[in-house]
């Protein structure tokens, strides 16, 4: 009764039956966990498997960077592809440098493939 002053204790299986929820509720906590960590792995794979059609429309075969070289921590040394023409550009630092063509030499499209120019008579 309320106002009487008598302490009800709770019966043994009680406490039982607490620490079993207490217990159920750290595997729920866990196997959530791992899903998403699963989830989190498997997006990866998903983004990589969809990045060739996200970014399949902004290739150009025309202008292309060739090569890079870090000149310093900074500023790096490109060599860059438009059309037919190389030339070379230094990035980075307080600005940005067209340092000029690169005349003389023919580009080769595909490195190693047979020349279609060269006869072998």
């Not at 009680?14 to 207490?22: D, M, N, R, S, V």
């Not at 025309?62 to 023409?85: F, N, Q």
Request: glycine share 12%; proline share 7%.
């Amino acid at each position: 009764m309320p106002g009487s002053g008598v302490s009800v204790t709770p019966p043994a299986t009680a406490l039982a039956h607490g620490a079993g929820t207490f217990g159920s509720v750290w595997l729920t906590c866990l196997v959530s966990f791992v899903i998403v960590i699963t989830l989190i792995l498997l997006s990866r794979y998903g983004l990589k498997f969809l990045e060739p059609y996200l970014t399949g429309r902004r290739q150009t075969r025309h202008l292309a960077v060739m090569e890079s070289l870090a000149v310093d921590p900074r500023r790096r040394i490109s060599l860059i592809r438009c059309g037919e023409k190389r030339g070379v550009i230094l990035t980075g630092g307080p600005n940005d440098v067209f340092l000029g063509w690169i005349e003389g030499e023919e580009i080769d499209p595909m490195p190693g493939a047979p020349s279609v120019n060269s006869r072998t008579d």
